[in-house]
């Protein structure tokens, strides 16, 4: 039987190529004039501004850029975590929006692609579309830092689980269709063996949203209360028992692939101040050359850590230093921006001014959101570093 010269797609040349991804992702950024909509719009309302961002996750769908880096069963075109490290550079250095769904898809994506791929194949390309998004709902008023001493319950009851208890902070809970959510099923002195993840619809009866306002004023986050809800067995992430393994799995994304993402943002921000200033002040150069520094400390960090996920390894504790070398990276940008623009910052009524204040107020919890920097260090100091244990004197 002759056999032809073998078909080779577009979508193969992509996933076998980065640098060919990257040079269409380019040409498309700069050729579509539709993306010129999310070119640094300040949104007046976290609502509107998950709205508008799932009209761009809508346009990149579309164009298919945003299906690199996901799997075909999934939704997607092939490819792995440089792809999507990729688009989020081109579109920060494009000055075009990464969109905040892709935020949370990035923490919560690969756990569910993982450790429940029926669940990815069944939800996940309605997600990338920007039809719907889902929330991380572990920490609870008496367990943040602390999740193994979380108590909200999932109690087996045949083919379902009856949900019962509290979740806090879950960022844009109120928008969210679905919630993953750390529950313990085992008793509490069983600590994180006996935690399981499961995913919860938000329009399932007895759950109950209430938006909680961040210092800006947005409604961000969230608490979330369920009542005895009933959910399908079919909807864990992962075996019962097996939620601390899988939260570990989706920290080490979480905290790294979270991080390349913000890094593209921060990029793109420093160089918009840049373009505000008419003149800097004595020692802005300085400041303007420290902040640029710790931009791209992480970003080398950050860049190693997406190529080791892609090969598949398991970052994990290290992916406390990508945290920790982001919130110092945000933190230095958005004080640069206060203490730069002072009477814009501080007076502004415009959308410039109110963008950068918004953003000032949420870089004050890039120490805690995540996992605190206090914790974080002490990670890296028991598990990377492996220091001995203080002793007290
Ligand atoms: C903007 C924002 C968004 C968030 N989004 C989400 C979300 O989507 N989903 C979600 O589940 N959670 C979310 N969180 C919650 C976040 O994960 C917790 O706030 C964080 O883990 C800290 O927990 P906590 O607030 O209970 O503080 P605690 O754990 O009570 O910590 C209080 C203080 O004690 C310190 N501390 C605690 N333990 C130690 C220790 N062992 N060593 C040294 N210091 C310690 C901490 O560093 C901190 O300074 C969000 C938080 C913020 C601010």
Known sequence: MMTGTPVVTEQQIFTDDLWAYR???????????ALQRWCGTHYPSTEAHM????????????????????PQAAGGFGGDERHRAVLYDELSAA???????????????PAVLHYAPALAAEFLPAYLA????????????????????????A???????????????????????????????????????????IMI????????????????????????????????????????GQGWQVAMFLLQFERAMYAWLSATVASRKLRELRELLAELPDGGVRRL??????????????????????????????ASVDKILLATAEIGLHDLARDLLPTEFLFGDGPVAAHW?????????????????????????????????????
Request: with cysteine; aromatic share 8%.
């Open 289 to 318: 050359g420290e902040c640029y520094t710790d931009i791209v400390t992480l970003k080398a960090r950050s860049a190693q850590t997406v190529r080791r996920l892609a090969a598949g390894e398991a970052v994990g504790p290290e």
């Open 23 to 33: 040079q269409a992702v380019r040409s498309y950024i700069s050729s579509e004039p």
């Open 155 to 197: 109690r087996r009851d045949r083919d379902t689980y009856v949900v019962s208890g509290q979740k806090i902070w879950t960022s844009h809970g109120a928008t969210a269709r679905r919630l993953i959510c750390l529950l313990r099923t085992g008793t509490l002195e069983s600590r994180h063996r006996g935690l399981t993840m």
């Open 357 to 393: 204040r918004d953003d000032w107020w949420y870089s004050r919890a890039s120490t805690i959101m995540g996992g605190s920097a206090e914790v974080q260090r002490g990670i890296i100091a028991d598990r990377v570093l492996c220091l001995p244990k203080e002793t007290s004197a």
């Open 130 to 153: 920007g039809e719907e998004w889902w929330s991380q709902s572990f920490s609870e008023p008496d367990a943040g830092s602390d999740l193994a001493g979380l108590r909200c319950r």
């Open 51 to 70: 709205a508008e961002h799932a009209a761009l996750m809508a346009q990149l769908f579309a164009s298919g850029w945003s299906r690199y880096g996901w």
């Open 95 to 109: 000055g075009v929006d990464v969109p905040e769904q892709q935020m949370l898809l990035e923490t919560l994506g």
């Open 201 to 240: 619809d938000t329009d399932t009866p007895g759950v109950q949203i209430g938006p909680i306002a961040l210092a800006s004023g947005q409604n961000e986050l969230s608490e979330v209360f369920f009542d005895d809800v009933v959910v399908p067995a079919s909807r864990l992430v992962g075996a019962e």
